[in-house]
């Protein structure tokens, strides 16, 4: 007899409404479960902004050598106004994405049934493909105050940054910050590379580099080098656009595009944009992912502005999740969970969509409607 396939998976809910969205993606998950025949065990970690204020610890290394025993990490939103902004953002969600080499920030924006779209285009369906390791987000920098650069980078560089290199004979003058941002011919290549099989699968031949050359030569001229080669040696076809012309151009003809690539900065603004495009922040699903444990968690923030009122679309998470089971090899229960989030939106009394939609559905019974739905097979 075949044993029963189960799943670890590793649960932070984290602050605002993040907890409110991911039990529901759970809920959903373990209806796909259900209808496909596997389980899943879930362990819960507390962190975010109650536990660092009641405890003072933000993420220990006891927690991050655990999760290397779970199949895949399931997250909600970190980040709470009583908590300095970034402390917590940082220290939880970027030192995960960081320690586990999470390089793959895949954040698709798809145009959902009856979702209205504040731009004027039938559909869209578009991939970001965001670098996740480099750019401005290694923490490399400080504050000026006579430093020099040395001191500054120094005093923030940690184990997964440059491993010592860089650092120049300037001091910068007080009252001024400096922030670094990196690009390594082995990143950009396995981003590119990633990116470029993302649009193969799409039986797109293919993909846009949103760059920044005419301002940022060193960093974004690096960029498009090594992309273009990248994709060249992929079979890809690889067109560069200034990041500010794409945003302009995804406004006004979101349907003309496929899968972008960005460096992480770009790739954190574009995912934004094209979630408002696509409907909301509640339909924007993403997945880091790496070569170890991979994480998988909506676009969006833990929004405090809506926490607590069931206003909170869990769409997004619930897609998340979908993510996490086709990464972890349920690609069925993956298009079950596609395709009766679809079906409810199409479907369903407009009072019975979510609040972002336009509708009067709590969080709760959103979740509770989708998971019917891919219990009883109906996507
Ligand atoms: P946000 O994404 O939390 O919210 C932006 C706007 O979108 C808000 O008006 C919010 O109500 C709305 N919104 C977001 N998700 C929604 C959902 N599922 N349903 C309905 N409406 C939704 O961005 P913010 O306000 O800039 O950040 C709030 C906090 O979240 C900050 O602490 C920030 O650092 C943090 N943050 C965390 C993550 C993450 O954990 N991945 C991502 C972004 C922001
Ligand atoms: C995101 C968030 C994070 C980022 C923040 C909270 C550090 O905005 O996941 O898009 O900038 O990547
Ligand atoms: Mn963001």
Redesign the pocket.
Known sequence: MTEKRTYSIARIGGDGIGPEVIAEASRVTEAAGVAMGFDITWTDYPFGARHYNETGEILPEKALEEFTRHDALLLGA??DPSVKPGLL??GI??RLRFHFDQYVNLRPAKSLPRVPMPVKAESVDIVVVRENTEDFYMNLGGTGEGKSLEMCFEASRNAYDLKGRLLLDFTLPSHAAAQVGIATEAAVRRITAYACKTAAARREKCIVLASKSNALSWIYGFWEEIAKDEAGRQGVECTVANVDALCYHLVRDPGRFGVILTPNMFG?IV?DLLAGIAGGLGTAAGANIGDGLSMFEP?H?SAPDIAKTGKANPVAAILSAALMLRHIGEARAAEAIEGAVESYLAESDQADLPWEFGGKAATPKVGKAIAERVKSGRS
Do not use: K
Request: hydrophobic share 40%.
């Open positions: 970190i980040g953002e940082q969600l970027l954190d995912s676009v923030g």
